[in-house]
Nanobody, 117 residues
Framework: VQLVESGGGLVQPGGSLGLSCTVS???????MGWYRQAPGKQRDLVAW???????NYTDSAKGRFTLSIDNVRDTVSLQMNSLKPEDTAVYYC?????????????WGQGTQVTVSS
C-alpha cells in the first residue's frame, strides 16, 4: 500500500489550500482521510471519506474543510478554506482497508501546511 500526498504550503489567515492523496497497491478500501500533527502535539483526526463519498468531519474541520474522492484515480482531495493559524500542522493522509481497522493501515509521507501572515 502506498499513499502519495501533494499540496500544502504557506497561506495567510483566511486563505485556502488544497491537499490531495493518491492510494495505490490496494483493491478497495473502507475509508481514506487526513490526520494532522502540530508541533509538540499528538496526531489528530481531521476528516475521512468512504468510496461512495460519505464524509465525516471532526469539529476542527466542520464548515471549513471539504473532502472529495475520485474513484477513477483513487485520489482523495481536501479543500481547506478560512484557514487559521491553529490549522498549522503536518497533514498526513491515511487509509483504512477494512471496517474492522482500529488504526490506519497506511500513512502518507506528510505535507506541511503553514497558516501565517
Amino acid at each position: 500500500v502506498q499513499l502519495v500526498e501533494s499540496g500544502g504550503g504557506l497561506v495567510q489567515p483566511g486563505g485556502s489550500l488544497g491537499l490531495s492523496c493518491t492510494v495505490s497497491g490496494v483493491f478497495g478500501f473502507y475509508c481514506m482521510g487526513w490526520y494532522r500533527q502540530a508541533p509538540g502535539k499528538q496526531r489528530d483526526l481531521v476528516a475521512w471519506i468512504t468510496p461512495i463519498g460519505s464524509t465525516n468531519y471532526t469539529d476542527s474541520a466542520k464548515g471549513r474543510f471539504t473532502l472529495s474522492i475520485d474513484n477513477v484515480r483513487d485520489t482523495v482531495s481536501l479543500q481547506m478554506n478560512s484557514l487559521k493559524p491553529e490549522d498549522t500542522a503536518v497533514y498526513y493522509c491515511f487509509v483504512n482497508l477494512d471496517i474492522s481497522s482500529t488504526q490506519p493501515d497506511a500513512w502518507g509521507q506528510g505535507t506541511q501546511v503553514t497558516v501565517s501572515s
